[in-house]
Structures are given as structure tokens and as C-alpha cells.
């Protein structure tokens, strides 16, 4: 049963961080929730769980409920249906605001980022406002990637780089850690993507708000249960937003420019 909103669980924390909360979007996971729950608690036990579950069919939101019972480090969010990845994120990150976290770690369910290295990211976070567990950053690894997914994720994290000049070599990776100071000061109301987009749009906002954004070289690994949610709408969506920012992006400097800012000074990605 998930727990009445104005519980507040008291913890002792993560040193340099404090309260920290790994939020995990579910959809027809009940192959992977359990797992993947125990594991975070093993390879963290100072961090706490949630669950954000989209009233999966195949019953993930029973398991989570029945993890949520046995350990009072787990949390379950029931939300009424799919929404998508961005919309459940956002919940989580309100889940963790009003609860009062200091951090908040964004996790795949499906086994693909590894808990065991969740302490590097937070080691790294003592230091940042956003750490990004990293796929294209010297020292990481994929692992049962088809040629094709690598090079289309490969071309899309360049052409991210490139439109939106963030110093980004994983702007789609979802294995992540914010402090809420700093989703607190962006405009997370304004953010409507979903899927790798998603990602993309929020390192973009952290990055224009000055954020410190650091990548952690991780071994990212194909799930082995259940489906991927990736589709070629996804993809689309996101190649669609990236283009779209990178002209405004480019023309808030023209302006910029025009009122005043030296030409020498505008930076073009």
C-alpha cells in the first residue's frame, strides 16, 4: 500500500549530500522490480527507493507494494496510468521535494544501470550539482547493444552536443543524480518531453542555469527481462526538440547580440 503523503521517513543520509532518494519509473516491470530494488538497497543502503509505478497491468505495483512492507526504506508512487518516463520523473522529483530530500538519483528499472555503481555517482555528486552516469565518456562500457542502437545513440548525443553546445558526451543517459536545490531552480513546470528528449531537455535547462554537471564513466547493459519502451516515436520526439531548442537557443544570442552583448562574445555551439 503506498504510503499517505505526509509521511516523512527520517534517515541518516549520504555524506555530502544528506537525504537521497532513487526514483524508478515502472511500466510492466514486475520481471525486474524486485530485483533491481534489492540491489539499491544493498549496494546503498543510505538511500532510499521509490517506485514510481504507471498502473502497470502485469501486477509491478503489487511487487513494489509488497517491497514497500518488508523495508521502510522503499516507497511506492501509484500513479492512475502510462504517462510516460518525463511525467513520472517529475512526480518523483515533487514526491521527494515535499518529503524533504536533498537528492534525487534517476534509475531504469530494467536492469541496465548497474546499482553497484550508484556509489561512484554519489561519491561524485559531493562535488556537483548533476552527475550523469555516462555511456560515451573515456573508461565506460556497453554491453549487448546491437551495432545499430550504438550508432544511434552515438550520432544523437553528438548532434545533441553540437545544437545545444552543452560539454555533454551523454546528454540522452537516464542514470543520474540531481540535487533538488537545483531541479528546484529550474522551471521543471515548462518541461513536457518524454523519453531520451527528456534528458536532453533537463541537462539543457541545468546547464543554462550555471549547474556544476559531471559524468561518471558507468557499463551500461542491455535489459534480459521484458520489453524495451523505446520507439521510433521516441526517437523522433527527440530529434524533433533537439532542432527546435538549438534555433532558440541560436536566436536568444542574435538578440542578445543586437542589444548590446560584443558580436566576439557569442558563442556558437
Known sequence: MAEATDVRRPTTGHPGLGRVLVVIPTYNEADNVRQIVTRVRRAAPA??????????????????????????????????????????????????????????????????????????????????DVVIGSRWTAGAQVVNWPLRRLLLSRAGNLYARVALGMPVSDATGGYRVYRLSVLESLDLDSVCSQGYSFQVELARLAHQAGARIVEVPITFAEREHGSSKMTPLIVAEALWRITSWGVQDRRRAVRRGLHGTPTGQVRWP
Open 47 to 128: 538511500v532510499e527507493v521509490l517506485v514510481a509505478d504507471d498502473n502497470s497491468p502485469d501486477g509491478t505495483g503489487a511487487l513494489a507494494d509488497a517491497l514497500a512492507a518488508a523495508d521502510p526504506g522503499v516507497h511506492v508512487l501509484h500513479r492512475t496510468g502510462k504517462q510516460g518516463l518525463g511525467a513520472a520523473y517529475l512526480a518523483g522529483f515533487a514526491w521527494a521535494r515535499d518529503r524533504g530530500y536533498d537528492a534525487v538519483v534517476e534509475m531504469d528499472a530494467d536492469g541496465s544501470h548497474a546499482p553497484e555503481q550508484l556509489p561512484a555517482l554519489l561519491y561524485a555528486a559531493g562535488d556537483a
